[in-house]
């Protein structure tokens, strides 16, 4: 996928299990954010779910000046919001490089690998066996 920035708005996309997010974030805004062109509250209702989308703003402490927008498909809601902030985290590094350390103290550059184990043959689940 080709990643394609104008002057003010940079594309990433954040993965998490079978989610993929594809971010865009614009500068000069308001702090609003839309996920699948809804409002954040309404497509996350646990605060639990907020407050990780919005945690690499807070760190970096532009949750008030950078418009974001997201198109999330695949996984589960928690998987989703997961993708979501690795996302806003790729693109603000790449909107402005220097916030690479305080976002990767955080951990939140760094796409988290683990993902549902394969059915095995003979057995019941991936490694529950018959008893």
Do not use: C
């Not at 940079?10 to 409002?39: C, D, F, S």
Request: no cysteine.
């Amino acid at each position: 996928m080709i990643n394609k920035t104008d002057n003010n708005s940079v594309r990433t996309v954040g993965r998490r299990k079978t989610a993929a997010a594809r971010v865009r974030i614009t500068a000069g805004g308001t702090g609003k954010i839309l996920i699948n062109t809804r409002e954040l509250k309404d497509y996350f209702p646990l605060v639990s779910w907020q407050n990780k989308v919005l945690s690499p703003l807070k760190v970096t402490g532009r949750d008030k000046s950078l418009d974001v927008s997201v198109r999330v498909v695949g996984g589960g809601i928690s998987s989703q919001a997961d993708a979501v902030r690795h996302g806003i985290a790729r693109a603000l590094v790449k909107w402005n490089e220097e916030l690479k350390s305080a976002l990767k103290a955080e951990g939140y550059l760094t796409r988290d690998p683990r993902a549902k184990e394969r059915k095995k043959f003979g057995l019941k689940k991936a490694r529950r066996a018959h008893q």
